[in-house]
């Protein structure tokens, strides 16, 4: 079978530099919050998405909730976001005792479409959280300029798009607050659970870190109804070795993709269409097919795995259907997610891989 994921492969590359970061850890008796392995990679990671100040939390759906509380969003409080998305991005809102208020998708990025914006808008809407999907970020021009006219906070789900870039912009750093996620499948992964806050606004980072960590100014001074989402030291340590690597690894992503791209052109199938203003960094190569769940039949027949993100978009999800939505709504969601397939995608994939995965594609009738 040819793996839609191999993290061993990836691990396999950096095994010694990893095994001593980890045992330097160890051997510190430091283990928990932004020690000397966190405040560094805090630093070395906000570097990374060009802003000031970065803050490790225990995981992306963590980063999201923490920073629509920093951001200031209150019970009650309206955020719009979309349905073509991992259920984390809903759950954070109303963690945040907020109401997720969703809009449709463009159909050729398949991320928060600009337009549908305004509508939505009510004088309870706080926020705006677009989505950076599959490693493409969100028209983030148009969006700025929609939230500052009606006074509205941008939180960037930056959590499938390290290293994406919008107009020479990494994702992150042009919303209020952006948020990431380290789960070890993401193009920057822990060896567990983990995430990050970035954001140019010091005051939304000072009160980020007093939430993380029990809502604590100092020691025992409790200023905030905090929670415990710190970073540990060990996933810091791991996250500074492949900080380094991160670039080589997503344009070895970039060089499968282009791949692909080469070899489905022409098929009847969609395939990504990043604009060219956009660095796409691929943490998904998904396709759209009319009978995706008969190609997926296929391709696994022929050796190839696959996946799919996401099948059932987020307002249509049985959890939450207590928001009211249904069938319809939002038509070009429901229409992509009928239709996405993902291929095989990690940078260490061999092009005699990639072209059998294009071949399959092909016999199965694409």
Not at 38 to 48: T, W
Not at 185 to 212: C, F, H, Q
């Amino acid at each position: 079978m040819i793996p839609f994921l191999d993290l061993k492969a990836q691990y396999r590359q950096i095994k010694d530099e990893v095994g001593a970061a980890i045992m330097k850890v160890v051997d510190s008796g430091a283990y928990v919050g932004a020690g000397p392995e966190g405040k560094p990679f805090e630093a070395e990671f906000a570097a990374y998405c060009g802003v000031a100040d970065a803050a490790g939390v225990n995981s992306g759906t963590t980063a999201l909730h923490l920073a629509l509380l920093a951001a200031g969003i209150k019970p009650g409080d309206e955020v719009i976001t979309v349905g073509a998305t991992f259920v984390a991005t809903t759950a954070a809102i109303l963690y945040a005792n907020a109401k997720p208020v969703f809009v449709d998708v463009d159909p050729v990025t398949w991320t928060m479409d600009p337009a549908k914006i305004e509508a939505a808008i009510t004088p309870k809407t706080k926020a705006i959280l677009p989505v950076h999907l599959h490693g493409l970020m969100a028209d983030m021009d148009p969006i700025m300029a929609v939230a500052a006219k009606h006074g509205l906070k941008v939180v960037e789900d930056c959590a499938q798009a390290h290293g994406a870039e919008y107009k020479g912009r990494r994702a992150g750093s042009i919303g209020h607050v952006g948020c990431f996620s380290f789960y070890p499948g993401k193009n920057l992964g822990a060896y567990g659970e983990g995430g990050a806050i970035v954001s140019n606004d010091p005051e939304i980072m000072k009160t980020v870190r007093m939430l993380r960590d029990w809502g604590q100014a100092k020691k025992y001074d409790h200023v905030l109804k905090g929670f415990n989402a710190r970073l540990d030291e060990i996933q810091a340590a791991v996250l500074r070795v492949k900080l380094k690597y991160i670039e080589g690894w997503t344009e070895g992503r970039r060089a499968v993709a282009a791949r692909y791209e080469a070899g489905l052109a022409g098929l009847g199938i969609g395939i990504p269409k990043p604009p060219v203003h956009c660095r796409h960094v691929y943490h998904v190569y998904a396709i759209r097919s009319a009978d995706r769940d008969g190609l997926q039949a296929k391709l696994q027949e022929a050796g190839v795995s696959t996946g799919i993100h996401y099948p059932v978009p987020v307002h249509l999800q049985t959890a939450y259907a207590d928001l009211g939505y249904k069938a319809g709504d939002l038509p070009v969601t429901e229409q992509i997610a009928s239709e996405w397939l993902s291929l095989p995608m990690f940078a260490e994939l061999e092009a005699a891989q990639v072209d059998a995965v294009i071949r399959a594609v092909k016999q199965a009738g694409g």
